[in-house]
């Protein structure tokens, strides 16, 4: 009796002995957006033991597409897309539960799948890890989106997008007092190309058959201010 005791007990010290202590949880299969979008996964991370953790993310692979960036973040910070391996442990509190670890896919140029794997783990335990991996469903937009309204003006989102040629951007000036203008530019700022926004026309057709491929922006100024920007991708 004895023996089978102390044979059960050290089976119980070995399996605590191998537990894991931390884990990721509400752990999402996969996560979705549209070409040219930023896509934010969050992988939730909680302490199971009574001690804290100093957790270390190390990047171990990653399958992106054409013009697609991957980073991932602790909290506010966020590293180069070039680094792989967080160069600091975070403390992950007994019991704690933390949001803070992103893992962040710039949509690029094109439909399709993309992973990136991870390996997190215990600074202090290295063999005390998980090997996570984060997908991607990347898909083209096919809705004309609002994206700025005001008692003086109203205006779609550039469609398509990407583009090849052409693309179209719909507009509603409702005050025909004001000066609306379309500016694209480059990702230095530069400005590339000016589209005035007349209340007696609806549309505007923007030219991109001359530009190479890439993400470019357009901003939307109404007398002179700045009052919104978004992505414009360029795809031939």
């Known amino acids: 009796m004895r023996i089978y005791l102390s044979i059960i007990l050290g089976f119980v010290a070995i399996c605590s002995a191998y537990a894991q202590s931390f884990e990721v949880i509400d752990n ?3 996560f979705k957006g549209e070409i040219g ?21 190390k990047r171990i692979d990653q399958i992106i597409g054409t013009g697609q960036i991957n980073y991932f973040c602790w909290g506010d910070e966020c590293y ?14 007994p019991g704690e539960i933390t949001n803070k670890f992103k893992s962040i896919l710039v949509g690029g140029l094109a439909e399709g ?10 600074s202090d335990n290295p063999s005390d890890v998980i090997e996570h ?15 700025f309204s005001s008692k003086d003006i109203k ?14 951007i719909e507009y509603n000036v409702l005050n025909i007092n004001i000066n609306a203008k379309i500016l694209i530019h480059n ?6 190309s000016e589209y005035k926004l007349s209340s007696l026309e609806n ?25 919104m920007t978004h992505k414009l991708i360029v795809k031939k």
């Open 28 to 30: 999402i299969g996969t």
């Open 37 to 57: 979008e930023d896509i934010t996964a969050t992988i939730p991370l909680k302490n199971n033991s009574s001690r804290p953790i100093q957790i270390i993310i």
């Open 80 to 93: 180069d897309p070039d680094t792989n391996q967080m160069p600091l442990s975070q403390t992950l509190y």
């Open 113 to 122: 799948f993309s992973s990136v794997k991870y390996l997190i783990f215990d």
């Open 133 to 147: 991996e984060v997908t991607y469903t990347i898909e083209e937009g096919t809705e004309k989106k609002l994206i």
């Open 155 to 168: 205006i779609t989102d550039v469609y398509p997008n990407p583009v090849e040629d052409f693309a179209i």
């Open 187 to 192: 990702v230095l700022g530069s400005v590339i």
């Open 203 to 227: 549309k505007i057709k923007i030219k991109t058959n001359d530009l190479n491929s890439g993400v470019y922006f357009y901003t939307l100024y109404v007398d002179n201010d700045g009052v």
